[in-house]
């Protein structure tokens, strides 16, 4: 996954946790700069872990063309190297 998109996936949880806690806070009775200081604090917990996890899980591996060559069924040289005694 393009590094690009991670963030705006990270920035999204991230906005969306801050949302979240800071409304919810103010519904249930706390004071607006306690519920935007949650919601801050929130926005950046949810947003790193998805940030970091994001990056760890769905970053695309460097090695990837040594993984996926072809491999030739009709190689002249294929079984040579076998043990012939069994």
Known sequence: MNPINIQKMALAFGLLAFGFLAVGS???GSRVITGAIRGGLGALIFGGLVWGFAHLFLQEDENTMIQ???MDENDPAKGTELDQTA
């Open 26 to 28: 103010v519904l249930m």
């Open 68 to 70: 996926d060559m072809p």
